[in-house]
């Protein structure tokens, strides 16, 4: 298959066989799950849900103006083209969501949105570091609470103290998020409008695979 570039590792929401989302993956597992015939397409229209095989979906995908153009992406083969779906369906996994977000570094840059809470300008993530508000030297914990993104010049200025020490103010109090930073910037977007009739902060949260 041929794509443009970032197309096949750009991300596909997957829901278990009850239609809950469970995981998000890239465009590359997606296709491969449907080719296996673990997963189906689910198509979202107007509120309603139809589900393809990866055939069927190939044949759909003939005929392009029954999508939005401005918000497809499209995979090429030699012989065909297929659109990439946004939602696939495990048919024969039914285990539930996770019930908490993972703590690690990529959510941690998403939830405070790549922008350091100290300065507020925002910096690509190799530009910025993970800051303990209070200092571990001073007992404080590696956690939602108390870890945020800080520029360098920030966090060399606040070395091992706390931002009053420092003359440093949070931009926002860290928080817990309540599903996936990822998602919510995901959700941003156009291209993944479709996302959101499969999300509910009332019982579930995406962890990233």
């Known amino acids: 298959m041929e794509a443009g570039a970032g197309v096949l590792d750009s991300s596909v929401l997957v829901l278990n066989r009850f ?3 469970v995981h998000v993956v890239s465009v590359r597992r997606a296709f491969s799950l449907l080719c296996k015939r673990a997963a189906e397409v689910v ?3 107007d509120d309603r849900f139809d589900a393809f095989d990866f055939e069927d979906w190939r044949e759909i995908s003939a005929y392009r103006e029954l999508f ?7 995979v090429r083969t030699v012989s065909f083209q297929i659109r990439v779906p946004r ?3 495990l048919v024969g996994y039914g285990k539930m969501p996770k019930a908490q977000v993972k703590f690690n570094r990529r959510n941690i840059f998403a939830r405070d949105e790549n922008r350091c809470q100290y300065c507020g300008q925002k910096f690509p993530s190799s530009e910025l570091s ?3 508000v209070v200092p571990r030297s001073m007992g404080g914990a590696t956690t939602w609470t108390n870890v945020v993104c800080a520029c360098v010049a920030c966090n ?3 070395g091992g103290r706390t931002p ?4 440093l103010r949070l931009i926002r109090p ?3 998020p309540k599903r996936s930073p990822v998602i919510h910037l995901k959700l941003r977007s156009r291209k993944y409008k479709s996302w959101k009739a499969f999300l509910s902060n009332a019982y579930w949260s995406v962890e990233l695979k």
């Not at 939005?68 to 499209?74: A, H």
């Not at 009053?164 to 003359?167: I, L, P, Q, R, V």
């Open 68 to 74: 939005d153009e401005d918000d497809d992406d499209w």
């Open 130 to 132: 993970l800051d303990h």
């Open 87 to 89: 939602v696939i369906r």
């Open 174 to 176: 860290p928080t817990v």
């Open 164 to 167: 009053e020490e420092a003359g």
């Open 43 to 45: 198509h979202v229209v």
């Open 156 to 158: 060399k200025r606040k």
């Open 19 to 21: 239609f809950m989302a």
